[in-house]
């Protein structure tokens, strides 16, 4: 498989509901829980790119455009954007959807820069 297909077939997509629970008092979703399931869909890219154990070094310039409401869907979209020797660095973005119409746009982006490991915890390269 080339670098263009392992970056495609690494791309992870993940959908949540947003309920109650995961909202603050202005009824919009914590910013602390949209970072959580960023590293969590950036992890994911990483290791189904590299298919290493790999560790979150950096998470870079967080952008919160547009507070998503509870009652919206949210789409989480992770893609492979630079790849160092021992590192790859994947763009998150959240996507914030109405339930009952199609109205979509983007709410939330960032990055995060992880390294692949071996199992001495020691960086060992990317790719092979």
């Not at 910013?31 to 590293?39: K, L, S």
């Not at 869909?41 to 509870?70: G, L, M, N, Q, Y």
């Not at 949210?74 to 914030?96: A, F, P």
Request: proline letters at 4%; aromatic letters at 10%; one cysteine or more.
């Amino acid at each position: 498989m080339n670098l263009e297909e392992l970056i495609k077939n690494s791309e992870t997509r993940i959908f949540k509901a947003i309920f109650p629970n995961t909202t603050n008092h202005y009824d919009t979703l914590f910013g602390g829980t949209a970072m959580q399931w960023m590293d969590e869909v950036a992890f994911i890219t990483a290791t189904r790119f590299s298919r290493k154990k790999c560790v979150t070094v950096c998470s870079d310039r967080i952008d919160f455009k547009k507070p998503i409401p509870s009652g919206t869907i949210v789409e989480l979209v992770g893609k492979v954007t630079k790849i160092g020797t021992t590192s790859v660095v994947v763009r998150v973005d959240i996507y914030v959807e109405d339930m009952y119409s199609a109205h979509r746009e983007k709410a939330i982006s960032g990055e995060f820069t992880f390294v692949a490991i071996d199992e001495h915890k020691n960086p060992i390269k990317i790719l092979p």
